[in-house]
């Protein structure tokens, strides 16, 4: 079992930053794809980002640009620097894991991020 800690979460005003990040435990292997998703209120959960265990990362639309995801294979944590925020990206993020080619396997409890305009 695999798990994942979010932290970093609050609230900012439009146009600020936050940087969000995401512990691993358990029997986490070190080629995982981490990544990031987020559920406004009211919405379907959404893709943000993904990194693989190299550093090759991939973003959603609405964040490219804006987000950056790193990771440290070492400590086991995924970040994701969230720069020019927007009320749009109020939502609360959830780290995920997955193997290669797969899809989710393990989830986060999630942390909430609010850009107040």
């Known amino acids: 079992q695999v798990q994942l800690v979010e932290s970093g979460g609050g609230l900012v005003e439009a146009g600020g930053s936050l940087r969000l990040s995401c512990a691993a435990s358990?029997?986490?292997?070190?080629?995982?794809?981490m990544g990031w998703f987020r559920q406004a209120s009211g919405k379907e959960r959404e893709f943000v980002a993904w990194?693989?265990?190299?550093?090759?990362?991939n973003y959603g639309d609405s964040v490219k640009g804006r987000f950056t995801i790193s990771r440290d294979n070492a400590k086991k944590t995924v970040y994701l620097q969230m720069n020019n925020l927007l009320p749009e990206d109020t939502a609360v993020y959830y780290c995920?894991?997955?193997?290669?080619?797969?899809?989710?396997?393990?989830w986060g409890q999630g942390t909430q991020v609010t850009v107040s305009s």
């Open positions: 995920a894991a997955r193997r290669s080619g797969g899809s989710v396997d393990y």
């Open positions: 358990g029997n986490f292997l070190y080629n995982y794809v």
């Open positions: 990194i693989t265990w190299i550093g090759n990362p």
